[in-house]
């Protein structure tokens, strides 16, 4: 079995509840049926796998895969926890969900609160697993803005609100305090270009919609989007879009060069 939660297979709830560990008390010894989801929301969880040593801490998830031998060998005195049991697939694909990742909830998370009520209620399958799947898309959200797309969206944000100003990549790199190499790499594994490539397709789009809404100068509209000059301007232009922006200017307004 992979390490991961198949989310293109819909799983199945089947129930949920706060836990709280009582002084001295351990986790379960059990076999469990089901999969597991835990999140942690203060104090420390130890338990074993089949033997392999888990601890679990605030602001972590974990998802326990049914048929492994659960068994604490020492106190989780402190530990409070959510948990949801569900039948999960763990199958390889694109959109899925490690068993393991950050989990910032507060206990007051409305999921929580909405899941109570509708075993409470005695609400439908369909219901519950609604909301069992929004704190699924939470966890998958939350994965995806790892450190490396928050060093991208760093540098995205810096630019969108500093578009005149040009930066080096050394600036960039200095920024976000990592090397020139690790920063390229990250950024290619993010968006797929460079950070130069990515950050010019930025400026472009936005000196486009300043061509379309606007009736500033050519080398005013390069200025405020980071070009320098209206040569290097002219030259980023044509070469992504096959036509200078006075042409693409005139087009897009429906007159006549």
């Not at 694909?93 to 909405?114: T, V």
């Not at 959200?141 to 991208?152: A, C, H, L, P, R």
């Not at 050394?170 to 950050?199: H, M």
């Not at 486009?208 to 989007?225: P, Q």
Request: with cysteine; net charge neutral; glycine share 8%.
């Amino acid at each position: 079995m992979t390490d991961k939660l198949n989310l293109d297979i819909l799983p199945s709830y089947c129930y949920s509840a706060f836990k709280i560990f009582a002084e001295g008390e351990k986790h379960v010894i059990r076999y469990c049926e089901e999969d597991v989801l835990i999140i942690m929301l203060s104090g420390t969880l130890y338990f074993t796998e089949d033997k392999i040593p888990v601890t679990l801490t605030k602001g972590q998830y974990y998802i326990q895969k049914h048929g492994l031998f659960q068994e604490g060998v020492i106190p989780s005195s402190d530990a409070r926890y959510y948990f949801v049991h569900f039948h999960g697939n763990f199958t390889e694909c694109i959109n899925s969900l490690p068993l393991r990742g950050e989990a910032y909830f507060s206990e007051a998370f409305e999921g929580f609160e909405r899941l109570d009520f509708l075993q409470v209620i005695k609400a439908s399958a369909v219901e519950k697993n609604a909301e069992f799947y929004r704190i699924l898309s939470k966890l998958k959200t939350e994965g995806d803005s790892g450190q490396n797309k928050k060093i991208v969206l760093q540098i995205i944000t810096l630019i969108t609100e500093n578009l005149q100003k040009s930066y080096s990549l050394e600036d960039l790199a200095s920024y976000c305090g990592y090397s020139k190499n690790y920063l390229i790499r990250v950024f290619k594994q993010e968006t797929g270009q460079t950070p130069f490539t990515y950050i010019t397709g930025l400026r472009l789009h936005h000196a486009k919609t300043l061509l379309t809404d606007s009736d500033l100068l050519i080398g005013e509209i390069g200025e405020r989007c980071g070009f320098g000059s209206y040569i290097n301007f002219y030259k980023a232009f044509a070469g992504q879009f096959g036509e200078a922006p006075e042409t693409w200017r005139r087009r897009m307004r429906g007159l006549k060069n």
